[in-house]
Structure formats: structure tokens, C-alpha cells
């Protein structure tokens, strides 16, 4: 395990920036872009939204979902991976929800313990990821990734997920994203490298 690694993405999400996690190339090897929610701003989103590409999601506790009254989507069980999707969300300011802006407001928010269900519309413009309990000791997502990276950066609140598309539309794989991580630096860590870190 590269501890340097390790310690520099928790130095970037301490800061608000962003940082690459890659799952195994035996389930869906991809990278998501990752940030802390409460650093969420309009640039960042933006940025986000243009080099990730993929669906823009709220990962969070099972606590904070029960608090905002947020339920996990039924699943048909089609997925493999049982996704753990919950409704989407839009902060209720009057805005249009799907700006940069809108989208950054309902991610900042969605952090904020004075807020309830009432705050938002649902389903709204961000979609809603929900952790399960117990983190990767439990399920190698992406999810659960997100949130236990936040927990060693000792980083409160929710975490925002993108999956990485190339600009043609596909998956992500290991070149493109280091070449975005050069460009952009933006460190790139594999969810198997956090699991030894955290766990070993």
C-alpha cells in the first residue's frame, strides 16, 4: 500500500478537492470523481458535470437518509450490484434545480442537520446513494468507499459521487483516468488500497 497515496487523497478532501477512486477490474471497473459535499460549489459541480460526465449522486449514512426521510429505491434485483439508490433530491429554494449553482445548493444543504424532508422535492435533480452500515467491511461500492475516505479525512458530512465517462461516451478505464489525473492532479486510489489501509 502506497501510504503517501493514501494520505495525499485525504489532504485533497480535507481541502475540497477532488479525488479519483477506482473499484477491481473484475466488477465494474470504473473511476468516480469524489468530493466532500460540504465543499460542494457551482465550479466544482460544474467541473464535475464536464470532465465525469456520469450521473451526479449524494452518498450518505443510513442516519442522515432517515432524517430526511429519503427511501431506497426497490430494486427489480436485475442489478448485480444492488446499487444502493435512494430518491432523488432538489434543494426547495425556488430555483430551477438542475444549474450548477442549484445542484451545489441542494449538495451543501443535504449536509445541514437543521434541514428535513420538507426542504427538498423529491424526486428532484441529484440523485441519493445510501450507505450501508458497516462501510467496505460490508460491500465494495463506491458508496461506501466515499463516505469511509471522509471518515479518515475526519471530513463531516456526505460525500458527492460521479461516474467518469470519456468525452465519446464510455467507461472510464485506468488510462484515461490517469491522464485526467495529470492533467487536472487529481489523485487516483483503488478501493482495494483503501480497504488495506483502513482495515489491515
Do not use: W
Not at 430526511?68 to 434485483?77: D, F, T, V, Y
Not at 430518491?87 to 442549484?102: F, L, N, Q, R
Not at 441529484?126 to 467491511?137: C, M
Not at 488510462?175 to 495529470?182: A, F, N, P, V
Request: aromatic residues 6%; contains cysteine; charged residues 25%.
Amino acid at each position: 500500500m502506497n501510504n503517501h497515496l493514501f494520505d495525499c487523497v485525504l489532504t485533497y478532501l480535507c481541502a475540497g478537492r477532488p479525488v479519483i477512486v477506482c473499484d477491481d477490474d473484475d466488477r465494474e471497473a470504473e473511476g468516480d470523481l469524489l468530493f466532500a459535499a460540504t465543499h460542494a460549489t457551482p465550479t466544482l459541480v460544474n467541473f464535475t458535470l464536464t470532465y465525469a460526465r456520469g450521473v451526479l449522486c449524494i452518498s450518505m449514512k443510513e442516519k442522515t437518509a432517515e432524517r430526511l426521510a429519503l427511501r431506497r429505491i426497490q430494486s427489480n434485483n436485475v442489478d448485480k450490484y444492488d446499487t444502493p439508490f435512494g430518491v432523488p433530491i432538489t434543494y426547495a429554494d425556488g430555483e430551477s434545480g438542475v444549474s450548477a449553482a442549484s445542484r451545489a445548493k441542494t449538495i451543501l444543504m443535504s449536509c445541514d442537520e437543521r434541514v428535513t424532508a420538507a426542504d427538498f422535492c423529491m424526486p428532484g435533480h441529484v440523485a441519493t446513494l445510501i450507505a450501508r452500515d458497516g462501510g467496505l467491511q460490508v460491500r465494495d461500492g463506491h458508496t461506501e468507499a466515499s463516505l469511509d475516505l471522509l471518515e479518515a479525512a475526519k471530513v463531516d458530512g456526505n460525500a458527492t459521487l460521479c461516474e467518469i465517462l470519456t468525452p465519446s461516451g464510455s467507461i472510464a478505464k485506468r488510462d484515461y483516468l490517469q491522464e485526467l489525473s495529470k492533467i487536472h492532479d487529481i489523485p487516483v486510489i483503488e478501493i482495494s488500497e483503501i480497504k488495506q489501509r483502513l482495515f489491515s
